[in-house]
């Protein structure tokens, strides 16, 4: 797949916007939440006290992102695990801006 823009960064998860059912979350510890893409189509995901896996096509602006295999500890009470998790599975395309990763 070769080198991409996403690749040499390890992504933290610091808000969530939807508009359908209209939403807005700020994350209150981002570094619990990241992504690395390795630029050969692979995904580490770090989803609070989770770990998994996953596989991404990218194609100038779009993006998609299969979750794979997935730790299933229970985190602590107000964990946002499984909603990073399901925002990453519902990604069809990407921006970078100020040096942000935007998933759209």
Known sequence: MG???LTGVVW????SL????????VVPNPSSYTVIFDGEG??????DCN????VYTLENEALTIEVGPLTRAACTPGSMSNSFLDSL????????EDDR????
């Open 12 to 15: 933290e998860w610091a808000a």
């Open 51 to 54: 770990l998994a896996r996953a």
């Open 42 to 47: 692979n995904v580490l995901i770090q989803a």
């Open 89 to 96: 599975a519902q990604v069809g395309s990407y921006m970078i």
């Open 101 to 104: 990763l935007v998933l759209r």
């Open 3 to 5: 080198a991409d823009p």
């Open 18 to 25: 939807k508009t359908e059912p209209a939403s807005q979350a």
